[in-house]
């Protein structure tokens, strides 16, 4: 496998674990709220991140016993961060075949450009990350305490 090859392939997986802790979120809130499916797609994925992470919060605070309300807070807030990580790679101008795959990133949050390599093994580790995230959000949602 060629270094591009490794890079696309960690931007991929990173990205598609990124979507299914995201789903994840967005399907236990409905769930939560007793929201019908057929108002799913324009109540709950008209959410940005931002918004479904504030949102979550807020009503799991409220319908949970206050330490699995805890356990999810923070949970939503390593979701959160991640959030940082695919924005980088969404909104980055790569170049897979340079120093292990790098992107060139300016953040929305303080317009000061960024430049990293050696990109698809810290990729890697953070779709692994987020993996066990989902996991761990499965887990904290399935909870009824």
Not at 14 to 42: C, V
């Amino acid at each position: 496998m060629h270094d591009s090859d490794k890079t696309y392939r960690a931007i991929g997986r990173f990205i598609f674990e990124f979507s299914q802790a995201e789903y994840t979120i967005r399907h236990y809130l409905a769930q939560e709220i007793g929201l019908d499916e057929e108002h799913f797609s324009a109540v709950v994925e008209s959410y940005d991140v931002g918004v479904l992470c504030t949102v979550s919060k807020e009503v799991f605070g409220k319908s949970r016993a206050k330490s699995n309300a805890a356990e999810i807070n923070a949970l939503i807030n390593d979701f959160r961060a991640l959030s940082d990580h695919r924005n980088r790679v969404a909104h980055g101008l790569w170049v897979p075949f340079k120093d292990g795959g790098t992107v060139h990133h300016v953040p929305r949050t303080n317009l000061k450009s960024r430049m990293a390599a050696d990109q698809a093994v810290v990729l890697e580790k953070l779709a692994d990350k987020t993996c066990d995230l989902r996991a761990a959000l499965d887990r904290a949602f399935s909870r009824m305490e």
